[in-house]
């Protein structure tokens, strides 16, 4: 069973930093990409930055040369390093791992069919 469980949200001022931590569980960490989303009160989400199985990376146009994602294969989790912070990036931010990750069930090894979503963490600027 697939599980992300995000940590990290806070309230800070403009220009302050954040780290996101997002534990996953419940399938081979490596064998597929994750992403982190936000969503802004009353818009849609947001694809923010993802990081695919080999590690390559994207970032939305507003979050560049501010964000960075990574992930530690050992402790199975992907960060979202917040720098610069603007209000504009107030949000909810959620985990994401995409389909087809790879887990064992049933005596064999199975993908996923769905992405899979962690419960968000609220990220607040004030300025």
């Known amino acids: 069973q697939v599980q992300l469980v995000e940590s990290g949200g806070d309230s800070v001022q403009a220009g302050e930093s954040l780290k996101l931590s997002c534990k996953a569980s419940g399938y081979i960490f490596s064998s597929c990409g994750m992403a982190w989303y936000r969503q802004i009160l009353g818009k849609e989400r947001e694809l923010v930055s993802s990081?695919?199985?080999?590690?390559?990376?994207t970032y939305v146009d507003s979050v560049k040369g501010r964000f960075t994602i990574s992930r530690d294969h050992g402790k199975n989790t992907v960060y979202l390093q917040m720098n610069d912070l603007k209000t504009e990036d107030t949000a909810v931010y959620y985990c994401?791992?995409?389909?087809?990750?790879?887990?064992?069930?049933?005596?064999?090894?199975?993908?996923?069919?769905?992405?899979?979503w962690g419960q968000g963490t609220q990220v607040t600027v004030s300025s």
């Open positions: 994401v791992a995409d389909v087809g990750c790879l887990y064992f069930s049933d005596g064999d090894y199975h993908k996923t069919i769905r992405q899979y």
């Open positions: 990081i695919k199985a080999d590690d390559t990376t």
